[in-house]
């Protein structure tokens, strides 16, 4: 599943560390020649994204990597810029 930028200039894809498994990461890519621009930080399990209005800014939900516990997470919200 690909997230486009409002101004359709990039887009972030959820992909998995392994095949078969839960998207884990998202990596953003320049839309006019998909050349993947950066991997984002690794989380368990990597929900949705969001893009700003002005497409220079994107978040992230996802759960934390730090949590072990199977019966308690932690939900976190990671907001980037464009490079």
Same mark, same amino acid.
């Given at each position: 599943?690909?997230?486009?930028?409002?101004?359709?200039?990039?887009?972030?894809? !959820?992909?998995?560390?392994?095949?078969? &498994? +839960?998207?884990?990461?998202?990596? =953003?890519? &320049?839309? !006019?020649?998909?050349? &993947? =621009?950066?991997? =984002?930080?690794?989380m !368990?399990?990597?929900?949705?994204?969001?893009?700003?209005t002005?497409? +220079?800014?994107? !978040?992230?939900?996802? #759960?934390?990597?730090?949590?072990?516990?199977?019966?308690?997470?932690?939900?976190? =919200? #990671? #907001?980037?810029? #464009?490079?």
């Amino acid at each position: 599943k690909s997230i486009y930028s409002p101004d359709l200039k990039y887009y972030l894809c !959820a992909e998995a560390a392994e095949p078969g &498994r +839960n998207p884990d990461h998202f990596v =953003l890519y &320049r839309t !006019a020649d998909g050349k &993947r =621009l950066e991997n =984002l930080r690794k989380m !368990a399990v990597a929900y949705n994204a969001v893009w700003s209005t002005e497409s +220079n800014r994107f !978040a992230i939900v996802g #759960v934390s990597t730090t949590d072990t516990s199977a019966i308690h997470h932690r939900e976190e =919200l #990671v #907001v980037y810029s #464009v490079p």
